[in-house]
Every structure is written in structure tokens, then in C-alpha cells.
């Protein structure tokens, strides 16, 4: 049904589907224009985050460790869905 706002209801066994923004699917955030902008978004914050926390103990601990920390923290949301272009 097409209403004057020009949105489309979408109904499964008559429910409602709403439309939202964007929704994460699998880890991965998928907005209402099939664009990445919002997966970037929350990656690059969850990345940022995690290198001050490696950047603040970096001297504290050796580089063993320091590269499990980079192996454990950040490197999981680099490589995940880089298979994705």
C-alpha cells in the first residue's frame, strides 16, 4: 500500500514489517540504503576505542603481549567481513 508519504507497508502473515534505519545482521550493519556508513561508523569507534586502550599500556607490558592485545582487540574488526566490497 502506498501511502502520501510515499512509504511502502510490508506485511508477513499480516504483521507489520517496521521500517528502521539500520539493523546489524550477522555483526554487520546494514542501513535502509544498502550502504555501509553506519558499519564504518560503529567499527571505526570500537577500533579508536581499543587503540587508547593498547596506546595506554604499550609501555607497560612487552611486545608479546602487546601483540596479543592488537591480535584480540583490534584486529578482529579489521578483518572481519573484509571480504565484503
Same mark, same amino acid.
Given at each position: 500500500?502506498?501511502?502520501?508519504?510515499?512509504?511502502?507497508?510490508?506485511?508477513?502473515?499480516?504483521?507489520?514489517?517496521?521500517? *528502521?534505519?539500520? =539493523? &546489524?545482521? %550477522?555483526?554487520?550493519?546494514?542501513?535502509?540504503?544498502?550502504?555501509?556508513?553506519?558499519? /564504518?561508523?560503529?567499527?571505526?569507534?570500537?577500533?579508536?576505542?581499543?587503540?587508547?586502550? *593498547?596506546?595506554? =599500556? &604499550?609501555? %607497560?607490558?612487552?611486545?608479546?603481549?602487546?601483540?596479543?592485545?592488537?591480535?584480540?582487540? /583490534?584486529?578482529?574488526?579489521?578483518?572481519?567481513?573484509?571480504?565484503?566490497?
Amino acid at each position: 500500500m502506498l501511502h502520501g508519504d510515499n512509504s511502502v507497508n510490508i506485511l508477513i502473515n499480516g504483521i507489520k514489517i517496521e521500517r *528502521v534505519r539500520y =539493523v &546489524k545482521f %550477522l555483526g554487520v550493519y546494514i542501513d535502509e540504503y544498502l550502504r555501509w556508513d553506519e558499519h /564504518i561508523q560503529q567499527i571505526t569507534s570500537k577500533v579508536a576505542k581499543n587503540v587508547g586502550i *593498547v596506546n595506554k =599500556v &604499550k609501555s %607497560l607490558i612487552t611486545s608479546k603481549l602487546l601483540l596479543t592485545l592488537y591480535n584480540s582487540l /583490534i584486529l578482529p574488526y579489521l578483518s572481519s567481513c573484509n571480504m565484503i566490497k
